[in-house]
Nanobody
């Protein structure tokens, strides 16, 4: 599986941004695809995931502002981010699993494949 993340950029606080994760090699409907983010000097943290069954999980800090969705026809998973704040600034990575590991999707080791990351900068 290859993942291509895109859509990052520089926005102002309160703006919206949509990130895309285009997959190849597997259909997004057959894998779990998650989004993580990593700010400078911090560990990579879970943001959201859409599983192969369609179940969706979000980290608590983004609920109500961020929506993950998938388009099976385009084989792409999106991360719609609204009401962005400087705390959301980070490199955002999408990731996918090869098969269920029995590991929490909140953990990086639940995923086998990672995209290259896309930078989101939020000015105050």
């Amino acid at each position: 599986v290859q993942l291509q993340a895109s859509g990052g950029g520089l926005v102002q606080a309160g703006d919206s941004l949509r990130l895309s994760c285009a997959a190849s090699g597997r259909t997004v409907g057959s894998i779990a695809v998650g989004w993580f983010r990593q700010a400078p000097g911090k560990e990579r943290e879970f943001v959201a995931v859409t599983t192969r069954t369609g179940t969706i999980y979000y980290t608590k800090s983004v609920r109500g502002r961020i929506t993950i969705s998938r388009d099976n026809a385009k084989n792409t998973v999106y991360l719609q981010m609204n009401s962005l704040s400087p705390e959301d600034a980070a490199v955002y990575y999408c990731a996918a699993d090869r098969e269920p590991h029995g590991t929490s999707y909140y953990q990086t080791n639940a995923y086998d494949y990672w995209g290259q990351g896309t930078l989101v900068t939020v000015s105050s």
